[in-house]
């Protein structure tokens, strides 16, 4: 457990979906600022917001979000 | 990378809790004096100054801390990295409250030291630092 991190590859995905952070903010409920953090690793997001970020982008949570 | 600047619905939170910490600091140390130097005859004027300053030390934790507001706010400045952040803000200024406090006592060893000159400096501590560690926290997403 100790040194784990969660990889992530929101942006990309955001990307080719063709969506700003501020639109999958609106989309998800939450301010542009945390869909930046959990981008950069700053923020660890919940199940349910990594959920709804999976669900707005039209995928599935583990192709966004793993244990590295 | 950051996108394009927008408006960022936290900003005006955040500069009022930094200008509120920082009068709040520079008060403290009037309401310290006005407590000390009078030995228990407080006049009006050192009630007003100390009770002004433990008032703002209340606002500041309230918007540091909770998400307690007199009337309705953008729903995206309580959203779940706020919620985190205010967690971590709490423990930060509950910490330096600890280590005032933990000071004050050792300090009673040495001097004459009664809760009513400690406790406003103390609180002060408490909240400035839960206010200050929030704005920090929260320019992190910038």
Redesign the interface.
Known sequence: MKGETLGNRLKDVRTEAGL???EL?DRV??????I??VENG??V??TL?ALKLAAALGTKVEKLFWVE | M??AK?R???LRRRRTLTASAAVLLMAAGGAAEAVASHDGQWRLIDWVRVGAVLFLALVISLRATTSFSLRARD???D????R?NRASAAAFGFWALFACMAAAFVGSFFFELRVVEIAPTALVIGAAAAGLRFVLL?R???
């Open positions: 700003t952070q501020a903010a409920g939450v301010s542009r600022k945390t930046n953090t700053v923020f997001p919940s917001l | 950051v996108e927008q960022d619905p936290s729903p995206a400045l959203d779940e990295l706020a985190a929260e992190q997403g910038e």
